[in-house]
Every structure is written in structure tokens, then in C-alpha cells.
């Protein structure tokens, strides 16, 4: 039974391990697309801007350079994703994509760059609305950073359980 259980674990760490790596690799070519369009356009911002946004996919975020990002978040935050799931049933992948970056530590104005805003107000009417779908007496940011505590405590409490 012990060695069943010990077997699960090890088994999901490589998944998620491997999860992480290709993630990685994801990014990295991400970086090396940018950089080399930084080097093409640098002297035309419309045009770097018009191709960074293409390589980014940026109206997508779950078709662009970070269709991963529940898995990678949810893998480095104690399953956090997994947890505000379970809890709220009805969260779609834009709403998911939102709290990964909020989870990141994305500014407004970082997130306004991801979803195509002219500006960062349109991400905080963004995430009022997602508060208010699933039912927070406080803000989007003060609910993730719970949650962020709450499942970082629940895994230091397993890890302590189990040794």
C-alpha cells in the first residue's frame, strides 16, 4: 500500500516535471522569436508591435506562446488552478488564463499587453467581472493570493504529514 502510494507520487512529479520542461522549451523559443523581432523591427515600433503581437498570439492566449500556462502555474503553485476549479465549477479558459496571471504577479498594464488593451482599465473591469460571477466580497487579487496561501499551507501540511 505504502509503496503504491510512494509510486503514485514519484509518478505525477515526472509528469509535472516534464510538463515544466516542455513549457520551458515553449518559452524559450518564444524568446528567441521575440528577440530576433527586436532585431528586424527595432527601428519600426508599429511594425514590431504588429509582429510581436502576431507571434504571441495574443487575442488567444490559449492557441498563443502561453497555451500552458494553467499547467505551469497550477505545477509551480501547489495546484492552485486545481483548487479554484474544484471550487468554482464554472471558470472557462479566459477566466483561468486571468487568475494564471494574477497568480504570476502580471500588473494590469502587463495583462492589458497580453489581451490587446489600450490600456489597463479594461483589464480591471475584467477581473471585477470575474469576481462578481464567482461571488467574492473582496477583490480578484486579494481572492488569488488567498488561494495561493491556502494551497501553499495545504501542501506544507501534507509534506509534513507524511514523513
Do not use: W
Not at 516542455?22 to 508591435?49: H, M, N, W
Request: proline share 1%; charged share 30%.
Amino acid at each position: 500500500m505504502y509503496s503504491n502510494t510512494l509510486l503514485e507520487k514519484l509518478d505525477k512529479q515526472n509528469m509535472v516535471e516534464i510538463q515544466l520542461k516542455e513549457a520551458l522549451e515553449k518559452r524559450i523559443q518564444t524568446i528567441r522569436e521575440l528577440i530576433d523581432l527586436s532585431y528586424r523591427y527595432g527601428g519600426l515600433p508599429d511594425a514590431f508591435v504588429k509582429q510581436f503581437n502576431k507571434t504571441m498570439n495574443i487575442n488567444r492566449l490559449s492557441e498563443g506562446a502561453l497555451d500552458d500556462l494553467s499547467e505551469v502555474v497550477n505545477a509551480k503553485y501547489d495546484g492552485v488552478i486545481d483548487h479554484l476549479k474544484e471550487k468554482h465549477a464554472d471558470l472557462n479558459s479566459d477566466d483561468i488564463n486571468l487568475i494564471c496571471l494574477l497568480c504570476c504577479g502580471f500588473s494590469a498594464t502587463e495583462m492589458s499587453v497580453f489581451y490587446n488593451h489600450g490600456n489597463g482599465k479594461s483589464i480591471y473591469s475584467r477581473k471585477r467581472r470575474l469576481a462578481l460571477k464567482i461571488g467574492l466580497d473582496k477583490s480578484l487579487d486579494e481572492y488569488v493570493a488567498e488561494s495561493l496561501h491556502y494551497c501553499h499551507n495545504q501542501k506544507e501540511l501534507y509534506l509534513v504529514e507524511n514523513q
